[in-house]
């Protein structure tokens, strides 16, 4: 299994270090899993990458049904994929080619979708499997162009608590590989995002817990499809109970979009484990990757990091 540090082509390699590669390798990480973007990654990035996490996007479902949200041209790939089918596929393939002179072991997409009116709601309209059956859709018709109908590395479908994949059994997990026709795939459980699908996580311990008994339901299959976890907690049940609702008012989308990222963050933590127990979920998944989402902690931009890897040994 392979310690990765979650790193961004929007972030400069020095930014945290002068040599990055060997601070990580100090601290006991492997390699990066890079945040990848719609342009050619500087070859600065090639060293030390393992894996990839391509591009989100936040209701590319909208485009994908001829429904595209009226917003600048420059922006649609960011918010939607494209400003419609066509402009989908292209820049899906277009995101899949840049990632490949890095040789990434894997690609992580999101495997779900949020309608921009929704963002700050607590329901969504969507059922998963709608969002499941469209995502394999343009999954597949973005992959039949690649070399035997198979992307050129590895895809990693991620849960989110959005409609979609969340990975609370395996029933959209089967109901996923029941639809996608291509093989070279996988899945990567985000063990935050899953806690924020789930009720009553209001700790760590809550998380941990939560987690446990989920994956304790899983069959073999759904087990091993699971190459990679995106390693992190988060305890907004508490949050999610109380925040304000808000509709989209007659405001730009983008700049509705802007007021939900506050929101999204009280949601999403990605906060570092602290207690031993978080083990027991990588001693059962036994991920070929676990990637340490987490952010910096008091300026330390290695702080969290070290503090969760050391529970690991």
């Given at each position: ?9 929007y ?7 002068d040599n ?8 006991g ?14 070859a600065?990035y ?16 909208a ?20 400003k ?9 393939r277009?995101?899949?080619?840049i ?11 999101h ?9 700050i709601k ?11 059956s469209a995502f ?7 992959v ?11 895809l ?6 959005w ?9 959209d997990?089967?109901?996923?590989k ?8 996988g ?17 760590e ?21 699971i190459?990679?976890v995106?390693f992190?907690?988060s ?5 999610r ?13 983008t ?19 602290s ?6 979920i990588?001693d059962?998944?036994q ?11 008091d ?15």
């Open positions: 299994m392979k310690h990765l540090f979650s790193y961004s082509v972030q400069r390699l020095n930014e945290y270090s990055l590669i060997g601070s990580m390798n100090a601290i990480f492997d390699g990066m899993e890079l945040l990848t973007s719609y342009d050619s990654v500087d600065s090639y060293r030390g990458t393992e894996t990839v996490h391509l591009p989100y996007s936040t209701d590319w479902l485009a994908w049904e001829n429904r595209a949200y009226d917003m600048e041209e420059s922006l649609n790939k960011y918010y939607m994929y494209g419609d089918r066509n402009e989908i596929i292209s820049n899906i277009r995101m899949i080619s990632a490949v002179p890095l040789k990434p072991g894997h690609g992580v997409i495997a779900s979708n949020i309608d921009i009116p929704e963002l607590r329901s969504y309209s969507r059922d998963s499997r709608q969002v499941l394999a859709e343009m999954m597949n018709e973005s039949s162009a690649f070399p035997n109908g198979e992307p050129p590395f590895k990693a479908f991620e849960n989110l608590w409609p979609g994949l969340k990975l609370q059994n395996d029933s997990y089967r109901f996923l029941s639809k996608i026709e291509f093989d070279n795939w899945i990567c459980l985000d063990t935050g995002h899953l806690m924020n699908s789930l009720p009553g996580v209001y700790t311990e809550d998380g941990i817990e939560a987690v446990l008994n989920i994956i304790d339901g899983y069959s073999q299959d759904l087990i091993d499809r190459g990679a995106h992190h907690y305890a907004s049940a508490g949050y109970e109380t925040f304000e609702e808000k509709t989209w008012e007659d405001v730009p989308v700049e509705f979009i802007a007021t939900a990222y506050p929101h999204v963050s009280k949601l999403d933590q990605h906060r570092p484990f207690l031993t127990g978080c083990k027991t990588v059962i998944l991920p070929d990757y676990l990637i340490h989402e987490l952010g910096p902690k300026g330390d931009p290695f702080a969290n990091f070290i503090q969760q890897r050391k529970l690991l040994d």
